[in-house]
């Protein structure tokens, strides 16, 4: 177990009108209990606005939950989000981009008395990580605008990969892309946690994508898990009514 969460809740202030005075709050995560194991693929899926970023948040430690405990049994944490574009700092260069975390890891090292001549390994590992992302050596000088949507996925995931983390929190790491493309990041994904042996907490509102990816689902509503279990589970004998719902969408695409 890596994560485990009980009876997590997060609310906000609901705003309205011109003096922006609170009219009430939104339960936006509404009582959470979950337990992620390591290594594994634990997708979240349900529909806008129903949480999931902001359970994403408070295991991310962005957000402090209002009641109940959260747990996560390791310190190397990453994250992907859904848009490249606004998470990659377009007047930074992809190298100091994809350096930019192990250079924040070194200079610690560096603290501790190492003095490592972290510049000279960088550039190397740097490298790698972009052959492991399947980008060309061309694009360390290009900078984030240079490149397709999910071209900048696969900077945001070397990035991510190249501070060793244990465990990574993508959420809708494929929603802006189309779908050809998406399936190449999927994959990718799939290859680099075999790999490093990363634990996934894969957030989506597309069922497909989370069935693809994951070991095992919950299905969240309104701020609450109202289903979870195995994948093959979930999608075979969905037990709540809402799954079912949400299953019958995609066939009726
Ligand atoms: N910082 C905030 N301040 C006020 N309300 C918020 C804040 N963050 C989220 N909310 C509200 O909490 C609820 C859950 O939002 P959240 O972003 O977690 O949903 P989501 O499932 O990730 O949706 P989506 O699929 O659209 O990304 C929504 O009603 C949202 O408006
Ligand atoms: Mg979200």
Redesign the pocket.
């Known amino acids: 177990m890596i994560v485990k969460l009980n009876g997590v809740k997060k609310s906000?202030p609901i705003e309205r009108g011109y003096l922006k005075t609170a009219s009430g709050v939104?339960n936006?995560v509404d009582g959470v209990s979950l337990e992620i194991e390591k290594a594994e693929t634990f997708g979240l899926v349900?529909e806008?606005?129903?949480?999931?970023?902001?359970l994403g948040k408070l295991i991310l430690g962005i957000l402090k939950p209002d009641a109940g405990s959260i747990e996560v049994g390791t310190k190397k944490i990453q994250v992907i989000f859904q848009d490249p574009q606004a998470s990659l700092d377009p007047k930074m260069r992809v190298y100091d981009i994809v350096a930019e975390g192990l250079v924040l890891q070194s200079s610690a090292v560096r603290r501790g008395g190492l003095n490592l001549p972290y510049g000279k390994i960088a550039k190397g590992q740097v490298e790698e990580m972009l052959d492991l992302v399947k980008l060309p050596k061309g694009a360390l000088n290009k900078y984030p605008h240079q490149f397709s949507g999910g071209e900048r996925q696969r900077i945001a995931i070397a990035r991510a990969v190249l501070t060793d983390p244990e465990f990574i929190v993508c959420d809708?790491p494929v929603s802006s892309l189309d779908v050809t493309v998406q399936l190449q990041i999927l994959r990718l994904l799939k290859d680099v946690q075999k790999k490093f042996s990363i634990t996934y907490l894969f957030i989506s509102?597309d069922l497909r994508v989370v069935r693809f990816m994951s070991d095992r689902i919950a299905v969240m509503k309104e701020g609450k898990i109202v289903e979870e279990g195995p994948t093959q589970k979930i999608y075979s004998k969905p037990d709540h009514d809402y799954t079912k719902l949400l299953l019958d969408s995609i066939l009726n695409i």
């Open positions: 906000f939104v936006a349900g806008s606005g129903c949480g999931k970023t902001t809708e509102h």
